[in-house]
C-alpha cells in the first residue's frame, strides 16, 4: 500500500459545483498536510495547509483533516474555469522531517463553463 | 521575475548521453530540491540540500547526480541518460525551519530520452 493514496480523476464539474478531493494515507507520523495545484506545463504552488486535524478555509476553499481515519479533503465551493488544474495533496511530518514531503498522484480537475 | 528559474524548459537527449538541468533562486532559501514527476506516480524526491556543503539523496537517486554551486544555484546531471528518465523534473526551494515548509517550485523541465 502506498503512503498516500489519491484518485487521479479526471473529475469534471460544471462552472459552480462544489469540488470534493480527497486523499488517504497510512502514516500517522504526518502532522502537516498540504494541497498544491499544478496548472498545466507549470509547477505545484501551494493551497493550503492545515497543522494536525481541524479545518481551515481560505475563501472558496477549505481544507480538512481527521486523523483518526487517516484522510483529508479539499472542498472548494462556487467553482470556476480557473481552478481547472491538477490537485496534489502532500504530508509531513513535524520537526527535523518536516522538510521531506509525501504526495499523493494528483487529482485532474476541469470545471466546464 | 521568476523566483525559482529552470533551465532549459524542455530537453530530448539520446541514451547514454549526458545532461545537465540547472536551477536558480531568488528567494534566499538554504533548501532545495530536485523532483521527478511521472504520470501514475507523481512527485518523487532525487536529491536535496540544506546549504552549500550538503548534499543528500533522495528516494529515487539512481542514476543522478547534483551539484550545489552556490546557495542559489543547484544542478542536476543524468551521466548516462537512459529512456525511463523521461519525465517532467521540478527544482523546489524551502526556507528551513522545524515547522511546516512551502516549498516554491521551479515551472519544470521536459526531459525526453530517446
Known amino acids: 500500500q502506498k503512503e498516500v493514496e489519491q484518485d487521479p480523476g479526471p473529475l469534471s464539474v460544471p462552472e459552480g459545483a462544489i469540488v470534493s478531493l480527497n486523499c488517504t494515507y497510512s502514516n500517522s507520523a504526518f502532522q502537516y498536510f498540504m494541497w498544491y495545484r499544478q496548472y498545466s506545463r507549470k509547477g505545484p504552488e501551494l493551497l493550503m495547509y492545515?497543522?494536525?486535524?481541524g479545518n481551515k478555509e481560505d475563501g472558496r476553499f477549505t481544507a480538512q483533516v481527521d486523523k483518526s481515519s487517516k484522510y483529508i479533503s479539499l472542498f472548494i465551493r462556487d467553482s470556476q474555469p480557473s481552478d481547472s488544474a491538477t490537485y496534489l495533496c502532500a504530508m509531513s511530518e513535524s520537526g527535523a522531517g518536516s522538510y521531506q514531503l509525501t504526495f499523493g498522484k494528483g487529482t485532474k480537475l476541469s470545471v466546464i463553463p | 521575475d521568476a523566483d525559482v528559474t529552470q533551465t532549459p524548459r524542455n530537453r530530448i537527449t539520446k541514451t547514454g548521453k549526458r545532461i545537465m538541468l540547472e536551477c536558480s533562486q531568488t528567494k534566499g532559501h538554504d533548501r532545495m530540491y530536485w523532483y521527478r514527476q511521472d504520470p501514475g506516480l507523481g512527485l518523487r524526491l532525487i536529491y536535496y540540500s540544506f546549504d552549500v556543503k550538503d548534499i543528500n539523496k533522495g528516494e529515487i537517486s539512481d542514476g543522478y547526480s547534483v551539484s550545489r554551486q552556490a546557495q542559489a544555484k543547484f544542478s542536476l546531471s543524468l551521466e548516462s541518460a537512459i529512456p525511463n528518465q523521461t519525465a517532467l523534473y521540478f527544482c523546489?526551494?524551502?526556507?528551513?525551519?522545524?515547522?511546516?515548509?512551502?516549498?516554491?517550485f521551479g515551472p519544470g523541465t521536459r526531459l525526453l530520452v530517446l
Open positions: 523546489a526551494t524551502s526556507e528551513g525551519g522545524s515547522g511546516q515548509e512551502t516549498q516554491y
Open positions: 492545515t497543522y494536525s486535524s
